[in-house]
Structure formats: C-alpha cells, structure tokens
C-alpha cells in the first residue's frame, strides 16, 4: 500500500519544472503548499526549513527526514545563494543537488525547494526579480519568499502584488512583514493584517507569513527569543485568510520554547541554517543551536568531529585573516565548499551524520513533524495533482485596495519598525 502511495505521488506530485529537470527522477520534489497542507493536516506540528549552506547540510538533512518519515524544506536565502552568495549552494544548483541525493540515497520522502528570503530592498531590486524569479524556478526551485520587509509597509505590499505574476500558481509563496531583527522593532497583528488582506484583495493568498516575533539570525544566543504570546496573537488576526506561519532564527531558542510554537501557533515551517552549518564543522553546538565558544570568541570543534583538525585550524586562520567573527563566519562557506567536499569519505561521512542526528532530533522530539511524509503523499494522490490550489478564499475588496488607498492605509500604522541593519537571513 506504502509503495502504491507512493507511486501514485511520484506520477502526479511532481510540478512541471522537475519533471522537466529530471524527466527520468524518482526523487519527489514537490511544491512548498504540498508540505504546507501534510503540517496543517497532522495538526500542532511544523517541519525543518534547512538552510543548505554546504552539500553536507542537504545530504543529512534528507537522510534524518527518510528516518522520521517527515516531509521536509531544503532552502537557500539570496545573501546565502543569490548572486552576490557566500556559499557555493545557490539558487540554480539546489534543486539538483538534492534530486541527485535524493535518487542516490532512496528517500522517498517528500521535499520542497525554497528560495528563502528573495530582498526587494528597493523598488529598483522589482524589475530585476521579473527576470531572475523565472530563472530560479527554471532551475527546480518550488516554494519562494518574496520578502520585501525592509521597504515601508506599502512598498511591501505593492511589491508583493507586482511580483506575483512571476510566481506559478502551484508554487509555495511566503510573504515577511518585519524584518528579523531581535527583539527590536516587532511586527504588530495590524501591520500583518496589512499585509495579508491586501494580497488577498487582489486575489493572492500566502501559504506562510514570516514575523519579527522576536529571533535573530547567527549564533548569538538571544537574551528573549520568539514571543510565543505574540506570534499566537497575530496567527489568531490572520486565521480568516487561512496564512500559516514560517518561524525564521530558530538559533537561539531552547527546544522548549520552539515546542511551543509547534504546539500553540499556526506554524508548519521553521527555518534553520547557522546550527547546520556549525554542525557539519564539527562545532559544538548548546540546545539553542548556538555554537559553544572557546574564550577567543572562536566556536569550540570537537576533536575527531566534523573537517579534519587540519582544515579547522586553516578555516580558522582564513577567518582570523579576513576579520570573520560571530554570525561572519558564514562566510567560510564559499572558499571552503571545494576543500570540504576534498576529505576523505570517513570525514564527509561524519560531517553529514551530525546534522542528521541534529535534525532527526528537531523533527522527532520538538517539530512533532514525524510521519507527515504520508499525509502529503495522501493529498497528492487525493487531489491527483502537483496543484493544490490556494487554501485562502477572496474576502476583500479590490477597489478598496488600489494603490492610491493602500498608501493611505499605510500612513495610519503606527509601529517602531527597529534599528538599522544588515538582517539579510
């Protein structure tokens, strides 16, 4: 029955550009809403979106997902993998990196390609999207963000529905109001409502919604974390729009309080990217996924884990030469990437085993997102196609929502939008 399951997925899950890719794949690469829907379905659960920072990140990320039976995220940001990336994993090799893990290892587990935060950070950035967007799904990308947070609440919203046509309808579509700062400048139930209700006017509805509830990005742990409290009170604003929540900076947070936002809020998708990286180094990393220092401030690495004591000593020289400390030494990634990939089997063995040991536990233990890989291959099979349709329907008004009215809306909120920064992913 599990094979039939499965099979019936593979004929029909699949969307139009992967079967292009890979016309003769039996890895099931599938839209961001497929593994939306399997989250929702089970209930209280979310599942990884593992930022693949590095080859071995994907390769362990897939290997704890077949073990849990969950249906999972791979990812990668634009600061990550755009056209300016610090890592050798980008936009246009994802998709087949995983197809080719994915046929290699067996997994038979469902799996979505995300582009995570795509920046429009001005209007400029717009008409270069037109272009690059289309590439990206060209390349097997199947789940996008279009994450405009850093421009004023209207150009983010303009921004949204300007960009929207250049997304296939199958896609998943994640949406950002609030840029990922900290405990500085939090999103507000009015400005997702904004947001949300705006797109919904014309006619788009959003599979997640990302928040500043209250994370950062890096390894530094931080003193507050997610604000459980608010992102349940914003995810209970946007329940008529049928909006999941993507949980961004996941580093920094106990495994208890990310329970809670499986078990009290709205959210299916819980992005995590600097514990990955860290681990696949051999870094040791706390129950906040923040990498333990050394008294230099360096991110202590356990002997016989992760790259040879050899290639750490010479990452750590890079990274002392080019000024990298803290959340900068992301950038070791790029230089590196071909240098990892050159050590011995037994080490690249290891690198991938903890991030799988790592991820197994967020999905068994935290996530509640084991055996969620069936429901999404049922909800293929039931609906007999890649697209399953929006979850939302139209509630707003159009001609309530033209752009002269949405500047005027925009001037009404009133919220601290936070510091100035690089908050790219």
């Not at 209250?214 to 003193?223: K, M």
């Not at 068994?364 to 329907?393: M, R």
Request: glycine share 8%; net charge negative; proline share 4%.
């Amino acid at each position: 029955m599990a094979k039939d399951l499965f099979e019936r997925a593979l004929e029909v899950g699949r969307p139009p550009n992967v079967k292009r890719l890979f016309p003769n794949s039996r890895a099931l690469i599938v839209s961001g809403k497929v593994i939306d829907r399997a989250l929702i379905k089970k209930g209280h659960a979310m599942t990884i979106a593992a930022n693949g920072r590095n080859y071995f990140v994907i390769r362990g990320a897939l290997l704890a997902a077949q073990r849990a039976n969950a249906a999972i995220i791979l990812e990668i940001a634009k600061s990550e993998g755009g056209a300016n990336a610090y890592c050798a994993i980008n936009f246009w090799n994802l998709a087949r990196i995983a197809d080719q893990l994915m046929n290699e290892l067996g997994i038979t587990v469902p799996v979505a390609i995300h582009a995570d935060h795509y920046g429009i950070k001005k209007r400029e950035d717009i008409e270069r999207a037109k272009v690059e967007i289309p590439s990206m799904f060209d390349a097997g990308i199947t789940s996008i963000a279009i994450d405009a947070s850093h421009m004023p609440d209207d150009e983010n919203l303009l921004a949204n529905i300007e960009l929207a046509p250049y997304l296939p309808t199958w896609a998943g579509y994640e949406t950002e109001v609030g840029e990922i700062k900290g405990k500085e400048g939090l999103s507000t139930p009015e400005e997702a409502l904004f947001l949300i209700k705006g797109l919904n006017a014309h006619g788009i509805f959003p599979d997640w919604i990302a928040l500043n509830n209250g994370t950062t990005h890096g390894i530094e742990e931080s003193d507050q974390g997610i604000q459980v409290e608010l992102t349940r009170e914003i995810h209970k604003a946007l329940e008529p729009y049928k909006v999941s929540g993507a949980q961004h900076g996941t580093s920094g947070n106990s495994s208890e309080r990310l329970r809670r936002i499986a078990k009290e809020t709205n959210t299916t998708k819980a992005n995590v990217a600097t514990a990955l990286q860290m681990l696949s180094w051999g870094v040791e990393v706390n129950d906040y996924g923040n990498a333990v220092l050394n008294e230099d401030g360096t991110p202590k690495k356990v002997k016989g884990e992760g790259v040879t004591e050899e290639l750490w000593a010479e990452m750590l020289e890079y990274a002392r030469e080019k000024g990298l400390k803290g959340g900068n030494f992301k950038k070791l990634n790029l230089p590196f990437e071909n240098k990892l990939l050159g050590q011995a089997r037994e080490v690249r063995e290891r690198m991938a085993k903890r991030v799988e040991e790592f991820v197994f536990h967020l999905l068994t233990d935290v996530f509640n997102a084991a055996d969620t890989a069936p429901i999404a291959l049922e909800i293929l099979a039931e609906k007999g196609s890649y697209d399953l349709g929006p979850k939302a329907e139209k509630i707003e008004s159009e001609e309530e929502w033209t752009e002269d009215k949405i500047r005027e809306r925009a001037k009404e909120i009133q919220r601290d939008r936070g510091p100035e920064g690089d908050f790219d992913d």
